[in-house]
């Protein structure tokens, strides 16, 4: 392995990757990358040269135990928000009375609630998971047909949460750029928009993404939960105790009635999570900076950057590629 780049964030680090990894990326189809200087198509979706060589350890070693939540998106779909809240549904017996001690206070949720492909494999080819107590919380934006053998033969849950298109490209543009701030300028706002609609996105095709979850939930309800971003920011309430539910440890009658629900939203609110210490300053491991992940979480941003047209090719793109899935986003 070339050794790493120590001036580089580790997600900037393009020579840093498995001979594995180096081997097949002559055989990929190539485009321009949003962050790094190119992606790569494997098996039909985007990726950096970094984030394939751990998509590839992960598939590799990755050991899923039928006790295991998954927390699935594609980029800037909602995913530190609902990472703070199943935190909290999952361990809110042992934190119990202690909200002045909580975990979330003093840590980011992309530390409580790791990335497969993007923290843990990226830093260690084999990452030694056994300090994860069960049951095991992990996040990724994996399309689900990329998923270890282990995740789809046991009974481990996942669930996935969508965004409207539009919202999703909007902030990955700007994450993207805070991204490149440590390697190369801005990339251009038009640039983005004509290959997010090309789906040569990061994780993308977008819609290809959305649909293998869709899809997956609807043959497997029991196991994938299918949730989309603006009904858990129009009825939160509702939607936790959908997710205690399926995770199997639905919320009793006296927790229903002493306020566990608001103290958990309360906790996990955009704002709550924003003025945090922990989510102002500092960076994860990777060297993403923690307050990239906090901008606006608001429904319907989009209009604010992207023109009533441009609004309209992502619209018109995503009705021509889920045509016929009985999902409309």
Aim: with cysteine.
């Amino acid at each position: 392995m070339t050794p790493s780049q120590p001036h580089r964030p580790k997600y900037l680090q393009e020579d840093d990757i498995s001979q594995k990894c180096r081997d097949l990326l002559p055989l990929l189809p190539r485009e321009k990358g949003w962050i790094t200087t190119s992606i790569y198509q494997y098996q039909g979706f985007w990726y950096s040269p970094q984030i394939l060589s751990s998509v590839l350890a992960c598939q590799d070693h990755f050991q899923a135990q039928d006790t295991d939540v998954l927390l699935i998106t594609a980029p800037k779909s909602g995913t530190t928000w609902l990472k703070a809240i199943l935190f909290c549904i999952l361990n809110r017996a042992e934190l119990s009375g202690s909200m002045q001690h909580h975990p979330l206070l003093t840590q980011s949720p992309h530390n409580l609630v790791p990335f497969l492909e993007s923290q843990l494999y990226l830093e260690q080819e084999i990452p030694n998971l056994a300090s994860f107590a069960s049951p095991r919380l992990f996040a990724t934006h994996l399309p689900y047909h990329l998923f270890p053998t282990s995740v789809k033969d046991s009974g481990c849950k996942l669930v996935y949460l969508c965004r409207n298109p539009k919202d999703t490209f909007v902030s990955f543009w700007h994450f993207a750029n805070k991204m490149r701030s440590k390697g190369t300028g801005e990339m251009p706002l038009e640039e983005c928009l004509d290959a997010f609609c090309r789906g040569t996105s990061p994780f993308g095709p977008y819609w290809d993404h959305v649909q293998g979850y869709y899809k997956a939930s609807s043959e497997m309800p029991e196991r994938v939960l299918f949730l989309r971003y603006e009904d858990l920011k129009e009825d939160p309430h509702v939607h936790v105790k959908r997710l205690a539910d399926f995770l199997g440890c639905p919320l009793g009658k006296q927790e229903l009635m002493d306020g566990t629900v608001d103290g958990i939203l309360r906790m996990c609110s955009f704002d709550s999570l924003k003025a945090l210490e922990v989510n102002k300053s500092g960076e994860l491991s990777t060297g993403i900076e923690t307050n990239w992940f906090f901008r606006k979480g608001e429904v319907g941003d989009w209009l604010n950057y992207i023109s009533v047209e441009m609004g309209e090719r992502i619209d018109r793109v995503m009705q021509e590629k889920m045509h016929g899935s009985g999902l409309k986003l």
